[in-house]
């Protein structure tokens, strides 16, 4: 009986302790795991394909991930990095670019002239036609250049985007020589805009230039103030279809 005993105490020993080897294997892997986390948070695309590689070929799988594939649909001829937020879900692009022109204008203190928003998939850029652009003319301002530049390293990282360029005046009619009427000066100040862009190196592919005159006011035409408002340049950002 005492044999017996000790035969009972030592299977109960090993049952025991048997979880360790399990929670230790768990453990490796969840470090194994945060280790290939942090060498990816910084890699560009051309490295990040590499690790993917050698993960298949560990598989023996003849087909690469399919719910990686999407992250790997870049223009190779970006530079871009491919964040870890983004990866994980934990920030999207478009957060991340409305996120980049917030510290822009936050730095620069620019509040009054320049907005940025989310609207459903796409990212809207306002900015204040006075900081463009003279009363009725259609003619870049210099100082606007900075802010304009700026726009284009944000745009130039999230190239998958296209961009609407749109030009508002308010209700205050006009006719010039130059613009006979509010579509014009519109337009003119939208295309004079994507000029720009493409002489900073921006993809004419992903431009397009509207004017729509006074027919969106943000606000109503009622006030010194609001038609100021409503003289606007705006960036609509869309990501293109694949």
């Known amino acids: 009986m005492r044999k017996r005993n000790s035969n009972a105490n030592e299977f109960l020993d090993d049952d025991e302790t048997g979880w360790i080897v399990t929670f230790s294997d768990l453990m490796t892997l969840l470090l194994v795991f945060f280790i290939l986390l942090f060498s990816i948070s910084s890699l560009n695309q051309k490295k990040f394909e590499s690790v993917l590689e050698s993960i298949r070929i560990s598989l023996n799988s003849k087909q690469r991930p399919l719910a990686l594939m999407e992250v790997l649909e870049i223009p190779e001829k970006t530079d871009k990095t491919i964040r870890i937020d983004e990866l994980t879900g934990l920030t ?43 009363s009725g003319d259609a003619v870049l301002k210099l100082s606007a250049e900075p802010v304009l530049k700026q726009l284009v390293t944000v745009f130039e990282a999230y190239d998958e985007y296209n961009i609407n360029i749109k030009g508002h005046t308010d209700n205050v009619p006009i006719s010039t020589l130059k613009y006979p009427s509010n579509w014009e000066l519109s337009a003119i100040r939208a295309t004079n805009v994507l000029r720009f862009f493409i002489s900073q190196g921006i993809n004419p592919l992903r431009l397009t230039a509207t004017g729509y005159g006074s027919l969106m006011p943000l606000r109503p035409n009622t006030s010194p103030e609001n038609r100021a408002a409503n003289r606007r340049v705006e960036f609509v950002l869309e990501k293109r279809g694949r």
């Not at 478009?94 to 002239?113: A, F, G, L, T």
């Not at 989310?118 to 006075?130: A, E, F, H, M, W």
């Open 92 to 134: 999207s692009r478009k957060d991340r670019i409305e996120k980049d022109i917030k510290s822009y204008i936050s730095k620069h203190k620019i509040q009054d002239n320049v907005s940025v928003s989310i609207l459903d998939d796409k990212i809207v850029v306002q900015i204040r036609g006075t900081a463009l652009f003279d």
